[in-house]
Every structure is written in C-alpha cells, then in structure tokens.
C-alpha cells in the first residue's frame, strides 16, 4: 500500500512510500529537499521492515535544525504502522 507523509520543518514538502503486507519498505519518493542525499536514503531503506528505518532515522538533526528527512520520514511511519 502506498501512504503520503506530509514532513514538517524540513525542506521535502512530500513523502510516497510503498509498504506490503509485512511492513517492507518497497519504495520510498520524496518531493523536494536534497535531492542526492533522499535518492541515497530512498535506496537504503528500500527492502528494510519499517521498523527498522524508524529505529535507524529517529532523532537524526539536519544541522541546526531539531529535525531532519530522515526523521521526519521515521516520524511519519510510525502511525502507518498502527493502522
């Protein structure tokens, strides 16, 4: 199933990730932000259960910021997993 993560403080504007049936990543496209950086980390987590993306992204800071895409991206798949 396909779900839209809407990031917050960051400046990817969109998330579409692809999830089957046993919580694996399949595919993961983001809309705007650093566009080399979110291709590396699209590829890196396509295959990986979600649970383990939310364990290796959460609470990495881009620069200044209290935030980042990829934790903006950990943050938006924990409540896709609750479902």
């Given amino acids: 199933m396909t779900y839209t993560i809407q ?3 960051v400046c990817a504007h969109a998330m579409q990730v692809e999830i089957d049936e046993e919580n694996v990543i399949q ?3 983001v809309m705007g932000g650093c566009s080399g950086n ?3 980390i699209a590829a890196l987590v396509k295959g990986m259960k979600a649970e383990e993306a939310i364990q290796r992204l959460q609470g990495i800071r881009c620069g200044f910021k209290d935030t980042s895409c990829p934790d903006q991206f950990a943050k938006g798949l924990e409540p ?3 479902k």
Avoid: M, R, S, T
């Fill in 7 to 9: 990031p917050k403080g």
């Fill in 27 to 29: 595919n993961l496209q």
């Fill in 38 to 40: 979110l291709q590396g």
């Fill in 80 to 82: 896709i997993l609750e």
